[in-house]
């Protein structure tokens, strides 16, 4: 509620001028050491996360926990180069950082969000998901095991409520959003005329592009891994597909056959490919979508039965029809849509019809038409014969995001 927003915001202002004021050195060192406390936590965390939030353990073990510490292991070494992030400016930390997540791999993303902010000397109040609290927790809790002064990590639980004051509030000096669009927009209209800085890392329908020429089992199995192994839910899922109509029929072919290899169950179970979706409500929600669908007509195919209740939905392709209509939003859930083109403009026109621009795939032989589509995709990332990677040293497109975090002035 505001008091706990108001005590969490009022502690990261108290802890925030030591922060800033630390050498860079010892500040790296301190990060350094929460990503080796992370590291050997690994396990642990990758249980909780799976527990919590519904992650497959496979991923969360072989994925989340590996990258949540590689995240702050690489920010670590950008605590004393931050006069290197804008070339010419000269950076000072911005002061107090609220950085908001969403429930999609909590592990990840929310290393991901909080590493940037200490690694520039900004000290942090985090609110994540409700369906990712606990995962949160832990994680501070190992930054303070690691010798982070107290103050420095703050985390505020609760619903949406408690994010909309958090980024209200007026001693935060710096709002950093990760989410849905609908809640991005959200996030900019309180703040509007508290003179914070935001940033917004929003959207979720991100697309595969697959030529005539693509190695399609490759194409597939990356679309397959995308849209649904991660439970089908997560800021950059690739749930959108654009097929070239000489091999759309094979491709669809190919996604019914994985389909019905694809394991629905206890996120705890190794052998699960498909975990909840987070919610009975969500389900719902990804169930609305997939009816609607069907009954304007699109091919929907579905994958092996879930289990009973619960928030469990089988991965579902939707395919012909209104498929695009579908397309167009961000569904929560493992469903993945499939249109089609001719022609490599019309490729770019649909690719681009969502708008969200997170990121995307091209599948084709040829590297000169990888190199064109990219030069003409709205995408902060596009990945060739690929979707998807864990590597925090990676650009993401964009403003670099470490300079989100800092206060820059040109140097006389």
Do not use: Y
Not at 167 to 192: K, L
Not at 207 to 214: K, P, W
Not at 278 to 296: I, K, L, N
């Amino acid at each position: 509620g505001p008091r706990d927003v108001d005590a969490a915001v009022d502690s990261a202002r108290a802890a925030a001028e030591g922060w800033r004021d630390m050498p860079p050195a010892r500040r790296a060192r301190l990060l350094l050491r929460a990503a080796r406390v992370l590291r050997d936590r690994g396990r642990e965390l990758a249980v909780l996360q799976s527990l919590e939030a519904g992650v497959p353990i496979r991923v969360s073990r072989d994925v989340d926990a590996p990258l949540a510490a590689a995240q702050v292991f690489h920010h670590a070494g950008w605590a004393d180069k931050l006069g290197l992030v804008v070339p010419g400016m000269r950076a000072r930390p911005a002061g107090v950082a609220a950085v908001i997540t969403p429930a999609a791999s909590p592990l990840a993303t929310v290393a991901a969000a909080v590493s940037p902010a200490l690694a520039c000397g900004a000290a942090v109040v985090l609110k994540p998901a409700p369906e990712a609290s606990l995962t949160a927790l832990r994680l501070a809790e190992a930054f303070a095991e690691a010798g982070l002064p107290p103050g420095v990590v703050n985390v505020v639980t609760g619903t949406d409520a408690a994010g909309s004051a958090l980024a209200a509030h007026p001693g935060v000096d710096v709002v950093a959003f990760t989410g849905s669009a609908q809640a991005g927009a959200e996030v900019r209209r309180a703040t509007a005329g508290t003179g914070a800085r935001v940033t917004v890392d929003a959207g979720g329908a991100c697309v595969h592009i697959v030529f005539e020429d693509a190695p399609l089992d490759q194409a597939v199995d990356g679309a397959v891994d995308a849209a649904f192994v991660t439970r089908g839910h997560m800021i950059r899922r690739g749930c959108r597909l654009v097929v070239q109509e000489g091999v759309a029929g094979a491709v669809l072919d190919r996604l019914a056959a994985r389909l019905d290899r694809l394991r629905v169950g206890d996120p705890l179970d190794v052998n699960t490919d498909v975990g909840p979706v987070g919610s009975p409500d969500r389900r719902a929600r990804v169930a609305a979508v997939v009816d609607a669908a069907a009954a304007d007509g699109c091919d929907v195919r579905r994958g092996a039965g879930a289990p009973p209740g619960g928030a469990w939905f089988a991965p579902a392709v939707i395919a012909g029809g209104a498929a695009g209509r579908a397309a167009r939003g961000e569904v929560p859930g493992p469903v993945l849509t499939v249109e089609s083109f001719r022609t490599e403009a019309e490729a770019v026109a649909l690719a681009n019809a969502a708008g969200d621009g997170l990121s995307a795939g091209v599948w084709t032989e040829s590297g000169a038409r990888c190199l064109w589509m990219a030069g003409r995709l709205r995408a902060g990332v596009v990945w060739a014969n690929a979707f998807g990677g864990s590597d925090p040293a990676r650009p993401a497109g964009g403003r670099h995001h470490l300079a989100a975090f800092l206060d820059l002035e040109p140097v006389a």
